[in-house]
C-alpha cells in the first residue's frame, strides 16, 4: 500500500472548492450557459472544461442566485441606499456582473473570505484593467482587514467563523445595519462547525433591521447520491457540517424561522428549474450541448436547494414561488412496505457486472447475459467490450465473461441498446449509442449454441453477426424500448420512444416482423402516449404496457398505457392507477400474475427514492415499497440498472446501476443484489 496523501488542513480545504467552483462557472460560461465576460480574469491560469453535466449544475446554482439577487435590487429600489454581503465569496464575479448591467446605482457589495483568498482577489483585481474600471478604485485598500475599496465595492479577509472579528471588520467597511441588506451563502455556511453557522444566521437577523438571506447549499444526505456526495467532500477534508442537523428542506426553514426570521421560502433546484425557469430558457440550455446525463442531472438538482428568508421588509421579500403555488402532483411516497436487499450468493468475483446502462437478458433459464453500458473492464472506467454471464448453479450465482467467437467483429460498445431473446439460440441487438453526439447504432445478432452444458461462463460462446435490414434507419436509436408483441398468431417487436441525436425525445413505434426484419404497418388507434425515453415496457396479454419515462421538457411522466391485440390492429388504452403513479423514469419493469412491477428509477420528490412499485392490472390499485438496504455495506443506486424476474423463486436480480455523480465521482453499483418479492406479492 503506498502512503496516503497527506490531507489539506481545513481551511485550505474549504478555500480550494471556492477555487474549484469559480472553474466550473467559467467554463459554463465560455459555453454560453450564462453570461459572464468577468469570470475569466478571476480565475486566471486555471482555466478547464468541463463536462456539460458540470455546466447544467453550476448553470442552475449561478441562475438561483441571480434571480432572488436581481429580485432583491428590484424590490428594494426605491430605498436611498441599499447593500449586498456575500459571505464566503471567493473569486466570485457577482459585483462586476450587476455593475456592468446598472444594477448598482445605490447599493454597496460587501464581500468576505478568507485573508489569504481576499488578498489574492484583491492583486487579481488590481492587476486587470476590465476589473479595476469598474470598481474605480478609492486607494482604501490595505488598511487592516479590508483588502480592496471602492466606492461602492469593499473587499475584506475575514474568517467568517470568528463572528466578533467579522461584526468589527464589517463595522469599519462602513456596513450600516438600518438599511436593507441581503447576505449571500452560497454553499459556505455547511463547512462551518453548526453552532457558528446558526449563530451567524441569528446574528444576521437580530442586528439588521430590514434583512434578507439567499442560501445555496446541499441536502438529503442518506440516500445513496447523497451518501456519495458526502464521502466526495469528506476526502476533500471538507465535509458538510449541516447535512446531519438540516437534511432536508423543512429543516432549514425551522432553522431560519427559530433564529429569527419571519419569512421562509425554499426549494430544490429541479423544482426552481421547472416553476421559476421560463420555459424558452429551459429549452436553450437542454439545446446548448450534446446531453445525456438526465438521471446525474435530476439527482443533483434534488440534492441542492436554495432558501430565501426576510425580516423588517414590507412587503415580506418572496423571490421564489412559495411552495404552496407550485402545482405538486407528488405527495409524500405512500410506503406500503419494504423489500430486503441482500448481496447475491456468487461463486466468482467479476468486476465487469459493474456497469450502468448495460442490458441483461435470460437466454436460458438460469443464464442470464449482460452486454453493453459504462463501467469497469481492466482497472479502468470505459464503454464495455466483454460480455459477462451469470450461470445459477445449486443455489448459487457464477459470473464469468464470454468468449466472442469473432472478437474483431464491432460491437461498438454501446449504452442504452435493448437484446430481445426470440429463440433459445437467437437475439436481437437493436439501436444504443458510443456518445451523445454520435448517431444511434444499427441492429446485431447474438447468436450462441442451442445445447450447452451451461454449467460454467466459460462453456458459452456468443457469436456477432452485423445485420443491415429494412428496418435499420427505426434502430438508430437510444433509451427506447423493444418488446415482443403478437399479431394474428405472428411474433413481433413493437419498437417504441427514446432519443436519437437529432430527436431529444422520440414518439414513434414500428412493429419488426422477427423473422425478416421488417417494419410492417398495423393499424393502431386509440389516445397516443406522449414522446419519451427510458420509459420502461414489457409484455402482457399479446401486447405491450409501457410506463413512465422523461418526456420532452425533461419532465418525468406518470402515466401507463396498454398496447391491446384487436382483431384488425391493436388500441392504446390508458391504465389508471390509484393512488397516481409518482412520475419516474431510468426504472425496469416485470409483469408477474397480473402485477406490473416497477423497480428503481429517478423521480423529482426528492424526500425519498424509488424502490417497487406494484401496480394490480386489474383494479388499478398501486403501492409503494422501500427497498431496505441494511444488509449492503454500499449505496445501492437504483437507475441505469437492469433487472431479471425469477418467477419460480419469486426473486428479482438487480444487475450493475450508477453514473457519474455531478462531480462527485462515479459510483457503480459493486454486485448484484436480490429482492426477494414473495410477501409483497402474496400480500398485494
Known sequence: MGRERPRAPRPAAVQGTGGSSAVSKCSAAARGYTQDRFLRFLVGRRRRRRAPLVHRGYYIRTRAVDHCVQDFLLKTQSHPRTQILSLGAGFDSLYFRLKDMGLLHHTVVYEVDFPNVACQKATLIKRTKELSALVGDTGGEGLGVITFSGEDYKLLGVDLSELSELERALEEAGLDN?????????????????????????????????????????????????????????????????????????????????????????????????????????????????????????????????LTASKGMEPSWTPLLSRMTVPHRDGPARIAGSVTAAACAMHSEISGLRRYGHHSVLIKPNVILTTGGFGEEDGQHCRMRNFHVLIKHTGYWKAGCVKKENPDKRWDERLYHTVSCLSNSLALVVGGRT????????????????????????????????????????????????????????????????????????????????????????????????????????????????????????????????????????????VETHPPLIPRYSHTAHVHDGKLLLVGGVWFHSSSVPGITVIDLVTGLCLDYAINVEHLEWPLMLHNHSSVFLPNEKELLLIGGGGNCFSFGTHLNPEPVLLSLSSILTSH
Open 178 to 306: 438600518e438599511i436593507p441588506t441581503l447576505f449571500i451563502a452560497e454553499v459556505v455556511l455547511t463547512y462551518m462547525e453548526n453552532r457558528r453557522s446558526d449563530a451567524l444566521i441569528q446574528w444576521a437577523a437580530e442586528h439588521f433591521s430590514q434583512a434578507c438571506f439567499l442560501l445555496y447549499e446541499q441536502m438529503h444526505p442518506e440516500d445513496p447520491f447523497g451518501r456519495v456526495m458526502q464521502q466526495h467532500f469528506s476526502q476533500l477534508n471538507s465535509a458538510l457540517h449541516s447535512l446531519a442537523q438540516y437534511p432536508d428542506c423543512e429543516a432549514q426553514q425551522r432553522r431560519f424561522f427559530e433564529k429569527g426570521w419571519t419569512a421562509c421560502s425554499v426549494m430544490d433546484m429541479n423544482e426552481f428549474f421547472t416553476c421559476c425557469t421560463p420555459e424558452d430558457e429551459q429549452q436553450r440550455v437542454q439545446a446548448l450541448e450534446p446531453f445525456d446525463e438526465y438521471e446525474e442531472w435530476h439527482l443533483k438538482c434534488s440534492h441542492y436547494f436554495v
Open 435 to 574: 456518445s451523445p453526439s454520435s448517431a444511434g447504432l444499427g441492429m446485431l445478432w447474438l447468436k450462441f449454441p442451442e445445447t450447452c452444458n451451461a454449467l460454467d461462463p466459460d462453456d458459452i460462446t456468443v457469436e456477432l453477426v452485423s445485420l443491415q435490414p429494412a428496418a435499420e434507419p427505426a434502430a438508430l436509436r437510444w433509451r427506447h424500448s423493444t418488446t415482443e408483441v403478437i399479431f394474428k398468431g405472428e411474433k413481433y417487436l413493437f419498437l417504441y420512444g427514446g432519443r436519437s441525436a437529432v430527436e431529444p425525445v422520440l414518439g414513434d413505434w414500428y412493429f419488426l416482423h422477427t423473422q425478416e426484419l421488417s417494419c410492417t404497418v398495423i393499424p393502431v388507434e386509440g389516445p397516443v402516449p406522449e414522446s419519451r425515453h427510458s420509459h420502461s415496457a414489457c409484455s402482457w396479454k399479446g401486447g405491450v404496457l409501457i410506463a413512465g419515462g422523461l418526456g420532452a421538457a425533461e419532465q418525468p411522466l406518470g402515466s401507463v398505457f396498454f398496447l391491446r391485440e384487436l382483431e384488425h390492429g391493436f388500441q392504446w388504452q390508458i
